[in-house]
C-alpha cells in the first residue's frame, strides 16, 4: 500500500510525513534521497561540479547548497539543467527503495514525500496522492520564517513550483495544514482511519 505525499515548498509536508511515520507509515524522503546523490563521490555532484563549475563546492568537496540554490532559483533555464542532472538518479532510487519495502510488508503503508511529485508527473506511481495545502499567503509567511529568506529569495522559490491551489485541485487526499497542528493531526487521524478503504 503506498501515498504518494507533496505540496509546495513549506506548506507542511514533512510536519505530516511525521504524523504519519508516528502511526507506522514507513517513509521514503525524496529530498533526503536528493541529499544523498550530491554527496561527495556520487556521479550526479561530479556532473553538477561540470555544469555549474567548481564554485558550487566548498574547499572540503561538498555542495555549496547556499550557492546553487542562488543560482537556480533565480534562474529557470538553470534550475532545468540541475533537475535533468539530479532526477534520474532520485527517481531510480525512490522506484528501488519503495519496491523492497512494499515486497518486505505489503500492508504497511509506504509514503513517498516528493515535493516536486505533479511537476514531473509521478502520480501513476501511486494508489492516490496527498496534498499538504495552506494558501500562497500562509506558505510565503511561513519559508520566510522558517529558511530566513527575503520576500524575494522566497517569492523565487514558490515561482519555481507549480501553483499550490493547482495541486490542491488535483489531489487525491487534501490535508489543510493552514490550522494548528492539532487540527491537521486530527485529519491525519481519520486519514489512517479510513486507509483500509484505499
Ligand atoms: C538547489 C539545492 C542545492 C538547494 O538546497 P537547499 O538546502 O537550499 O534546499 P533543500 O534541498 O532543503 O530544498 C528545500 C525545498 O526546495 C524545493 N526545491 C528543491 N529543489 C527544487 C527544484 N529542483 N525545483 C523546485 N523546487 C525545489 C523543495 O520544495 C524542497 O523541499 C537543492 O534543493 C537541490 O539539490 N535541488 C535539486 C534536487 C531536487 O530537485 N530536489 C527536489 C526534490 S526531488
Ligand atoms: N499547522 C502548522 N501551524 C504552524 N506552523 C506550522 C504548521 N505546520 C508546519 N508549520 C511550520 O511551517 C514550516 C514548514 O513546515 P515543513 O517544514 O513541515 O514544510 P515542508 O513542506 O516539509 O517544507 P519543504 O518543502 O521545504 O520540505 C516549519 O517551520 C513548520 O514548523
Redesign the pocket.
Known amino acids: 500500500m503506498n501515498i504518494g505525499l507533496t505540496g ?3 506548506t507542511g ?1 514533512s510536519t505530516v510525513s511525521q504524523m504519519l511515520v508516528k502511526r507506522g507509515a514507513i517513509l521514503i524522503d ?2 533526503v ?3 544523498e ?2 554527496e561527495p563521490g556520487h556521479p550526479v555532484l561530479q556532473a ?1 561540479r561540470e555544469r555549474f563549475g567548481p564554485d558550487v563546492l566548498h574547499d572540503d568537496g561538498t ?1 555549496n ?2 550557492r ?2 542562488e ?3 533565480s534562474d529557470p533555464e538553470k ?1 532545468k539543467t ?2 535533468g542532472l ?2 534520474p538518479a ?1 527517481r531510480a532510487e525512490m522506484r528501488k527503495r519503495m519496491a523492497a519495502y512494499e515486497a518486505a510488508d505489503p500492508g504497511r503503508l509506504v509514503v513517498v514525500d ?3 511529485l505533479y ?2 508527473g509521478l502520480e501513476t506511481m501511486f494508489e492516490q496522492v496527498m496534498v499538504v495545502y495552506v494558501p500562497r499567503e500562509l506558505q510565503l509567511k511561513r519559508l520566510m520564517q522558517r ?1 530566513e529568506l527575503t520576500l524575494e529569495q522566497a517569492e523565487a ?1 514558490i515561482r ?2 507549480m501553483d499550490i491551489e493547482k495541486k490542491k485541485e488535483r489531489a487525491d487526499i487534501l490535508i489543510d495544514n493552514s490550522l494548528g497542528m492539532d487540527k491537521t493531526e486530527l485529519q491525519i487521524a481519520e486519514f489512517w482511519r479510513n486507509k483500509v478503504l484505499l
Open positions: 509546495g515548498i513549506a509536508k525524496a529530498d534521497i536528493a541529499r546523490v550530491m553538477v555542495l547548497r547556499k546553487l540554490g543560482i537556480v532559483f534550475l540541475l533537475n539530479t532526477h532520485i516528493i515535493p516536486l511537476e514531473s529558511d522559490r519555481a513550483q
